[in-house]
């Protein structure tokens, strides 16, 4: 699975910006999507899983009802929602994808298998 973010960019505090990763491969339908980030100096850390089917969710206390990834099979692609945003936001943005079974979502970045280039926000104060 190849994954590709787009929708990055610079925002102001409070402001809001939609992330899609767009995935080619046949087993896409079938797998858990995560998005992670990383912010300069710090570890890669979790933001948010969807599973295969989008029926389950997770996301990170940190952006827990700012934030929302949701997922359309049709188009290959998934989605993050990121609303309120603030300036620790502020990271690169990896979508990733787990192997299709058991299709169920993970917090935990090692098991994720195919990732994406990343996708810089910026959220100014």
């Known amino acids: 699975v190849q994954l590709v973010e787009s929708g990055g960019g610079l925002v102001q505090a409070g402001g809001s910006l939609r992330l899609s990763c767009t995935a080619s491969g046949r087993t896409f339908s079938r797998s858990a999507l995560g998005w992670f980030r990383q912010a300069p100096g710090k570890e890669r850390e979790f933001v948010a899983a969807?599973?295969?089917?989008?029926?389950?969710?997770d996301s990170a206390d940190s952006v827990k009802g700012r934030f929302t990834i949701s997922r359309d099979n049709a188009k290959n692609t998934v989605y993050l929602q990121m609303n309120t945003l603030k300036p620790e936001d502020t990271a690169v943005y990896y979508c990733?994808?787990?192997?299709?079974?058991?299709?169920?979502?993970?917090?935990?970045?090692?098991?994720?298998?195919?990732w994406g280039q990343g996708t810089q926000v910026t959220v100014s104060s």
């Open positions: 990733a994808s787990r192997p299709p079974f058991p299709g169920t979502l993970s917090v935990r970045a090692n098991e994720y298998n195919s």
């Open positions: 969807i599973s295969w089917s989008g029926g389950n969710t």
